[in-house]
């Protein structure tokens, strides 16, 4: 939880070190980057460096100008300066590559197998229930079923680990899309304004943040944690103020 939430709040540290003016302000956006970077080395979630590298490196792309190009050796500087730190000081060496590393489709790796597994329960109730589904907030008595010859030490399956997975089986294929289509829609919207050349730099804050849920929402289950779903209901809520300012400020133009 605290690791997503930290890769959530990256692109406004970001769009602070790239366009205020204030060397106190940079200065500041740094620092907390820094410590950003570190708490998410120390947490080792490799769900959390899937997310922060991507986000990462889409800011780099989308931002990397002529001009900025001495803040991206900065941001790219305090990544690999809290890696080394933290390896070195707070962590056994290595580990943090090797948490890195272990980041693939491994069956043999128990945690990737437990997802795997669940995701293909998952799938095969979606197969059976289509369009009801199981209703919702059942699943987690439906995956007994699924998963009663792996369960050990009354460990039951609550969830799927994987949001759009389970949404899907407790209430169909329709209810699948619904939500699907929440995340979608803003980044439809985001990325034809990039193509077309008229984003701003509130839309690539937006398009992170979401492209971030969404990873936390495919190897987790934030819907069900309060705290994390408030993120995305905040997400949801800039991006309706962002379309709503600039449709305001084009009706005024014409």
């Given at each position: 939880?605290?690791?997503?939430?930290?890769?959530?709040?990256?692109?406004?540290?970001?769009?602070?070190?790239?366009?205020?003016?204030?060397?106190?302000?940079?200065?500041?956006?740094?620092?907390?980057?820094?410590?950003?970077?570190?708490?998410?080395?120390?947490?080792?979630?490799?769900?959390?460096?899937?997310?922060?590298?991507?986000?990462?490196?889409?800011?780099?792309?989308?931002?990397?100008?002529?001009?900025?190009?001495?803040?991206?050796?900065?941001?790219?500087?305090?990544?690999?300066?809290?890696?080394?730190?933290?390896?070195?000081?707070?962590?056994?060496?290595?580990?943090?590559?090797?948490?890195?590393?272990?980041?693939?489709?491994?069956?043999?790796?128990?945690?990737?197998?437990?997802?795997?597994?669940?995701?293909?329960?998952?799938?095969?109730?979606?197969?059976?229930?289509?369009?009801?589904?199981?209703?919702?907030?059942?699943?987690?008595?439906?995956?007994?079923?699924?998963?009663?010859?792996?369960?050990?030490?009354?460990?039951?399956?609550?969830?799927t680990h994987n949001d759009i997975l389970q949404i899907g089986a407790e209430i169909g294929i329709?209810?699948?899309?619904?939500?699907?289509?929440l995340m979608l829609y803003p980044l439809i919207i985001t990325f034809k304004k990039i193509l077309?050349?008229?984003?701003?730099?509130?839309?690539?804050?937006?398009?992170?943040?979401?492209?971030?849920?969404?990873?936390?929402?495919?190897?987790?289950?934030?819907?069900?944690?309060?705290?994390?779903?408030?993120?995305?209901?905040?997400?949801?809520?800039?991006?309706?103020?962002?379309?709503?300012?600039?449709?305001?400020?084009?009706?005024?133009?014409?």
């Amino acid at each position: 939880i605290t690791a997503f939430s930290i890769c959530l709040k990256l692109p406004v540290l970001m769009y602070i070190l790239y366009n205020y003016k204030s060397k106190y302000e940079k200065y500041i956006s740094l620092i907390a980057l820094f410590f950003s970077f570190s708490a998410l080395f120390i947490l080792l979630s490799r769900g959390a460096f899937i997310s922060m590298f991507v986000v990462t490196g889409l800011f780099l792309i989308l931002k990397t100008k002529r001009r900025t190009i001495p803040r991206s050796i900065s941001l790219f500087s305090i990544i690999i300066i809290s890696s080394v730190l933290v390896q070195t000081t707070i962590l056994d060496n290595n580990l943090i590559t090797e948490r890195v590393n272990s980041i693939n489709i491994d069956r043999s790796d128990d945690s990737v197998n437990e997802r795997l597994r669940y995701y293909s329960h998952a799938i095969e109730s979606i197969k059976k229930n289509p369009f009801t589904g199981v209703g919702i907030g059942n699943w987690k008595l439906k995956s007994i079923d699924y998963d009663n010859q792996d369960i050990r030490s009354y460990i039951v399956p609550f969830h799927t680990h994987n949001d759009i997975l389970q949404i899907g089986a407790e209430i169909g294929i329709l209810g699948l899309l619904s939500y699907v289509f929440l995340m979608l829609y803003p980044l439809i919207i985001t990325f034809k304004k990039i193509l077309n050349r008229v984003s701003s730099d509130y839309d690539i804050i937006v398009l992170l943040m979401i492209i971030s849920y969404g990873i936390d929402s495919m190897l987790n289950f934030p819907i069900s944690r309060a705290i994390s779903h408030m993120n995305f209901i905040f997400i949801l809520i800039f991006f309706i103020h962002i379309q709503t300012v600039i449709n305001n400020r084009s009706n005024e133009v014409y």
